[in-house]
T-cell receptor, first 113, second 114 residues
Framework: NAGVTQTPKFQVLKTGQSMTLQCAQD?????MSWYRQDPGMGLRLIHY???????DQGEVPNGYNVSRSTTEDFPLRLLSAAPSQTSVYFC????????????FGPGTRLTVT | AQSVAQPEDQVNVAEGNPLTVKCTYS??????LFWYVQYPNRGLQFLLK??????LVKGSYGFEAEFNKSQTSFHLKKPSALVSDSALYFC????????????FGTGTRLLVSP
């Protein structure tokens, strides 16, 4: 069981470039989420999905798109990178049953110059 | 809206001493509360949770947390700290509206000195 995997681990982008952060889980979890972690701000939810084909916005969705074509994969797309998107990004997954804990990937450290 | 507060940015404790990392919450309805730990350059790892039942919850690595409804607190504790416990600790509460998103505190850095 690989759990939640994320690629790449590190990425440097120039302002205006686009890229996709990959996330996959092999636990057959219905729920998947993307968070960003910034110093002194904890983790903030970007987008989430409750199942294949269903996504919704979290608290900081601007500048990001997601899709969920399979249960396993939940990629996060940056459409036109901005320095404000410099952050560490975490993908998480969980069962849909109420109260279940979320499992986190190792993170992607993104720098936008 | 649900929220959690971690009033201390950093907690320092000597190895072998008991440790407490504080968390208070604000929710409507019954709270689902979680503690996660983050080691350097790693993702978050689940430590323990309170859903219902006993107010003292036991979790991984010898940690426990005490749920106190009257004080709206969910403090993380360990009887004897280890240097290897040094990490960033996050308290979180589950949003009760629809999707089970977690609302995180800002984190508390625990430093255990030898």
């Amino acid at each position: 069981n690989a759990g939640v995997t994320q690629t790449p681990k590190f990425q440097v982008l120039k302002t205006g470039q686009s890229m996709t952060l990959q996330c996959a889980q092999d636990m057959n979890h219905e729920y998947m989420s993307w968070y960003r972690q910034d110093p002194g701000m904890g983790l903030r939810l970007i987008h989430y999905s409750v199942g294949a084909g269903i996504t919704d916005q979290g608290e900081v969705p601007n500048g990001y798109n997601v899709s969920r074509s399979t249960t396993e994969d939940f990629p996060l797309r940056l459409l036109s990178a901005a320095p404000s998107q410099t952050s560490v990004y975490f993908c998480a997954s969980s069962y849909s049953t109420s109260g279940k804990e979320q499992y986190f990937g190792p993170g992607t450290r993104l720098t936008v110059t | 809206a649900q929220s959690v507060a971690q009033p201390e940015d950093q907690v320092n404790v000597a190895e072998g001493n008991p440790l407490t990392v504080k968390c208070t919450y604000s929710v409507s309805g019954n709270p689902y509360l979680f503690w996660y730990v983050q080691y350097p350059n790693r993702g978050l790892q689940f430590l323990l949770k309170y859903i219902t039942g006993d107010n003292l919850v036991k979790g991984s690595y010898g940690f426990e947390a005490e749920f106190n409804k009257s004080q709206t607190s969910f403090h993380l504790k360990k009887p004897s700290a280890l240097v290897s416990d040094s990490a960033l600790y996050f308290c979180a509460v589950r949003d009760t509206t629809g999707f089970q998103k977690l609302v995180f505190g800002t984190g508390t850095r625990l430093l255990v000195s030898p």
